[in-house]
């Protein structure tokens, strides 16, 4: 994809490849998806505070310069 000039949704498609390869290497390399459910469960819960930790990353970073532009 490096090769196609999409414009602007660059960026959207290398995400979503990374984000792709990342769950396939949790699922299959780490053995995630033949695993018990406690492993499940902890692998979602660390998806959902990183995803929590970067929400308020980016809200504090959103609201900074917050009229001052």
Do not use: C, E, Q
């Not at 929400?55 to 504090?60: F, P």
Request: charged share 10%.
């Amino acid at each position: 994809m490096s090769f196609i000039d999409l414009g602007i949704f660059n960026p959207i498609v290398a995400l979503a490849i990374a984000v792709i390869k990342a769950v396939l290497v949790v699922l299959f390399f780490m053995h995630v998806k033949y695993s018990t459910k406690l492993t499940k469960l902890t692998v979602i819960a660390g998806v959902f505070v990183f995803l929590g930790l970067i929400s308020m990353t980016m809200a504090d970073y959103i609201s900074r310069a917050w009229g001052r532009w």
